[in-house]
T-cell receptor, first 112, second 115 residues
Framework: AQSVTQPDIHITVSEGASLELRCNYSYGATPYLFWYVQSPGQGLQLLLKYFSGDTLVQGIKGFEAEFKRSQSSFNLRKPSVHWSDAAEYFCAVTPYGQNFVFGPGTRLSVLP | DVKVTQSSRYLVKRTGEKVFLECVQDMDHENMFWYRQDPGLGLRLIYFSYDVKMKEKGDIPEGYSVSREKKERFSLILESASTNQTSMYLC??????????????FGPGTRLTVL
């Protein structure tokens, strides 16, 4: 069965520092890939998605993610973190239109 | 913009009560989903529906049922609430086909506490 792992449960970075959140998936073929963000007490908001083509995708709020087929990874990055980025981040995959499989999430804390 | 609304943000119920969680979407999406979210476990799919009056079990359907009488509305029912159903419940909807690749749009969530 397909699975999604996010190795880091909790990450703390200083405001202005760069950020990388890791996501690995287990599936035979390349699925559709998504990153969602959840601010405290809120639902999930889509940050970006990858279906095909350019392996570096740009999203909202200055985030980007890079798909690496050889590593089955879809890591999320941001060059300079803002205090408002503190939230929980979920990686999700959906193999060709089937139901989503979500990772366990990574909680991001931002130090002033 | 797609809007998915959930009837309550916070709900407190007692063990054994019947609980209804309502979800409404306003973008004519065919697909609707109910998830529960627990710390360290991410989102787990309870039930989903691809059409009116149609429902499919997700990964953790035990203790839950659903109803979809109208396309825009998808209800989650806890027939007899138990303390282990204390959780955050998230509703989502998506469009079939086109170029959306089943991107899901989420409601704000209902935090249910069962005492």
């Amino acid at each position: 069965a397909q699975s999604v792992t996010q190795p880091d449960i909790h990450i703390t970075v200083s405001e202005g520092a760069s950020l990388e959140l890791r996501c690995n998936y287990s599936y035979g073929a390349t699925p559709y890939l998504f990153w969602y963000v959840q601010s405290p007490g809120q639902g999930l908001q889509l940050l970006l998605k990858y279906f095909s083509g350019d392996t570096l995708v740009q999203g909202i709020k200055g985030f980007e993610a890079e798909f690496k087929r050889s590593q089955s990874s879809f890591n999320l990055r941001k060059p300079s973190v803002h205090w408002s980025d503190a939230a929980e981040y979920f990686c999700a995959v959906t193999p060709y239109g089937q139901n989503f499989v979500f990772g366990p999430g990574t909680r991001l804390s931002v130090l002033p | 913009d797609v809007k998915v609304t959930q009837s309550s943000r916070y709900l407190v119920k007692r063990t054994g009560e019947k609980v209804f969680l309502e979800c409404v979407q306003d973008m004519d999406h065919e697909n609707m989903f109910w998830y529960r979210q627990d710390p360290g476990l991410g989102l787990r799919l309870i039930y989903f529906s691809y059409d009116v009056k149609m429902k499919e079990k997700g990964d953790i359907p035990e203790g839950y049922s659903v109803s979809r009488e109208k396309k825009e509305r998808f209800s989650l029912i806890l027939e007899s609430a138990s303390t282990n159903q204390t959780s955050m419940y998230l509703c989502a909807s998506s469009l079939t086909g086109g170029n959306t690749y089943n991107e899901q749009f989420f409601g704000p969530g209902t935090r249910l506490t069962v005492l």
